[in-house]
């Protein structure tokens, strides 16, 4: 009855918006509607009791800049041969997920482990690194993995995520998020809601506007609900945010930020070779204050600290604390940008997140208009394991739209991993009974740190002429050891040899027929099945978009259809520990809708529309062979901003 209804309040809802943009487009405006000025007699006298604005005018504040906090100079490289993807403003309003992992699946190279449905935990790892080389961090603030070597980008949510940069090194892959703010002094809301199968339901709710001056608040929610895979993988997030900036001037401004987290999962499908899986329940939380100001003209000074918890009242997350600080530096001049930080953390108990401190450093260079270079180099000190890494870059071109480019990595870090281990102890009671056993065998859990070291080299072409483009690269990627996750699907396992993976990517993206539609894809073989678990031989995504603006800017549809081929990788038996199991080949197609009228965006997503119930990226699942991953989901739901 919900969807019934909810179906059709957005039908009565879009035929409404669509006849107002059809009056409005006799006037046309720029493609944020929000930027049209309302005459001065429409606005009532009390609407702005401070001021008394002259009939033809707008209030005098409410285009003035917001007194946010300053952005910290980002890289300027990007794309498929600096390996660097930026989903902005624009790619994020097409997006609609329920976590963050979801938009890291269009990334070629990236290889994304599911354990099941939506929420259950996921790996990620470039060239199937396993865990302990993906990081993720929010305005510069590293998310520590408390629970697994891994962050849990399943439960990272996305109600005030502006922008992300994804940087798939050889060595690492990082996550920079960059969370919202306003672009004048007008208040800011937007609301989502959402729902569809497996018991699915989305509110995601946030606000933030001045408050005076130079304060700025913002408080937000994010909701995610479902039961998951045959109403047997529940699971709940529940989001709760506020965050306070001070600006002393546009350029120099302190921020607190609080954020909370509550998680609820559960399955009662059991893994094969598990007699149970174990129900999850903790809460995550951030706190920490940051300050950031630009001095003598071209540098930039950042730093923050704060505190990461992890509390939980089941018997299977690790409950955990870390403390952190860092502070970083950046010189952004004509010629490229200079970056150093440094990063120091310490926790309550060792366990996947261990004391530790790092010094990085990062340059990018451009001394001529077709000639740049990149690279970067950490110091580590991580569970007691001393690390250097160094991963350097360059591009050539463009000549005639053809550009040649290449990357380096080398060096070690320390990740630690989770250890099953036995310990032999006196037993006290035999002292009093004598019959009793004078010794006791008692299951220990380690987490000791795994040297871990890397070698790669990855070069190759783009040729991009108007809207054509197209690139490819060969890859050859070296591991000494491939550590394990930390989720509940390889906890425990050891860690194996990584061994030399080789082979080649490509991308192409060009229109068909008409400018509106494009069709993108992205491709990764590497000749052979790897032994490194997880890691399928080759994997692509094709995907036909049509996207477009109509109407002075007031009308936007947008129609993906995708299909996800993955070849056949190698598991790791849960009994034995030898990698000696297959996952099967599959192909998953997707379908996105959404119409956008005016500041409200109505859309429809279908995940594996076909149905295809045989694929599963770990061991299936114990139950007359049913496989890891979801059938067809639907989801469906509005995003709507307000300004006032």
């Not at 987290?261 to 899986?277: E, F, H, K, P």
């Not at 000549?399 to 099953?420: D, E, H, P, T, Y």
């Not at 490509?506 to 997880?534: G, K, N």
């Amino acid at each position: 009855m919900l969807r019934r209804s909810l179906v059709a309040l957005l039908g009565s809802a879009a035929a409404v918006l669509l006849a107002a943009a059809d009056l409005r487009a006799q006037d046309p405006v720029p493609r944020d509607s929000t930027t049209i000025a309302i005459p001065g007699e429409a606005v009532r006298s009390d609407t702005l009791p401070d001021r008394r604005p002259k009939p033809d005018s707008v209030p005098a504040d409410s285009t003035l800049p917001a007194p946010n906090f300053p952005l910290f100079p980002e890289g300027r490289v990007e794309g498929f041969g600096a390996g660097i993807w930026v989903f902005g403003a624009e790619e994020l309003g097409r997006f609609h997920g329920l976590s963050l992992l979801e938009l890291l699946d269009r990334i070629p190279g990236l290889v994304i482990t599911r354990e099941g449905s939506p929420g259950r935990p996921a790996g990620v790892a470039s060239y199937g690194g396993g865990g302990g080389r993906l990081r993720v961090f929010m305005d510069g603030w590293e998310l520590p993995a408390l629970g697994a070597s891994s962050p849990e980008l399943q439960r990272i949510p996305l109600v005030d995520v502006a922008e992300v940069r994804v940087t798939r090194g050889l060595a690492e892959t990082r996550v920079d998020i960059q969370t919202i703010r306003l672009s004048d002094r007008r208040p800011f809301a937007q609301i989502d809601g959402g729902e569809g199968d497996l018991g699915t339901r989305v509110l995601r709710g946030l606000f933030t506007r001045p408050l005076g001056g130079r304060l700025i608040g913002a408080v937000g929610l994010d909701l995610v609900e479902t039961r998951g895979y045959r109403s047997a993988e529940p699971f709940n997030e529940n989001t709760v945010f506020t965050r306070l900036s001070y600006a002393f001037t546009p350029n120099h401004a302190l921020q607190l930020d609080y954020r909370t987290t509550a998680i609820t999962s559960g399955r009662t499908l059991v893994l094969l070779g598990s007699d149970s899986l174990p129900r999850e329940e903790y809460d995550r939380g951030e706190l920490l204050l940051r300050g950031r100001g630009r001095f003598f003209g071209r540098v930039w000074l950042d730093g923050a600290v704060g505190r990461s918890w992890q509390t939980t009242t089941d018997d299977v997350t690790l409950e955990r604390e870390a403390v952190q600080a860092y502070a970083r530096a950046a010189l952004d001049v004509p010629l490229g940008t200079v970056t150093g930080a440094f990063r120091w953390r310490q926790v309550d108990a060792e366990g996947f997140t261990a004391n530790g401190t790092e010094l990085s450093a990062r340059a990018e260079l451009a001394p001529l208009p077709f000639v740049a270079a990149w690279g970067e180099v950490r110091a580590t000190s991580w569970g007691g394991v001393t690390g250097l890494e160094l991963e350097a870059s360059g591009r050539a071109g463009p000549w005639g739209g053809l550009s040649v480019f290449g990357s380096v990595a080398s060096g070690n870090r320390g990740i630690n991993a989770w250890v099953n281990d036995t310990s032999i102890v006196r037993n006290l009671g035999h002292v009093v009974n004598p019959e009793l056993p004078e010794f006791d065998t008692l299951t220990v859990v380690r987490f000791p740190g795994i040297d871990a070291r890397v070698n790669g080299v990855r070069a190759g072409a783009e040729w991009s002429r108007g809207p054509l483009q197209a690139g490819a690269a060969f890859v050859a990627h070296d591991l000494s050891t491939v550590a394990p996750f930390g989720f509940w699907f390889d906890r425990g396992q050891p860690a194996v040899s990584g061994g030399t993976v080789s082979g080649i990517e490509a991308y192409t993206s060009f229109p068909v027929l008409v400018r509106q539609i494009r069709a993108d894809v992205q491709y990764t073989d590497f000749f052979i099945t790897p032994e490194r678990p997880y890691t399928p031989a080759r994997f692509g995504r094709v995907a036909l978009e049509y996207h477009w603006v109509y109407r002075g800017g007031n009308l936007e549809p947008t129609i993906r259809v995708e299909m996800i081929g993955r070849d056949a990788a190698t598991l790791l038996n849960p009994e034995t520990g030898a990698p000696d199991l297959q996952t099967p080949r599959y192909a998953l197609m997707n379908l996105f809708v959404q119409v956008r009228v005016l500041d409200v965006r109505a859309f429809w997503r279908l995940d594996n529309l076909t149905n295809y119930n045989s694929a599963f990226d770990v061991v299936p699942r114990d139950l007359t062979g049913v496989a890891g991953l979801p059938g067809v989901r639907a989801l469906f739901g509005v995003r709507w901003f307000f300004r006032d």
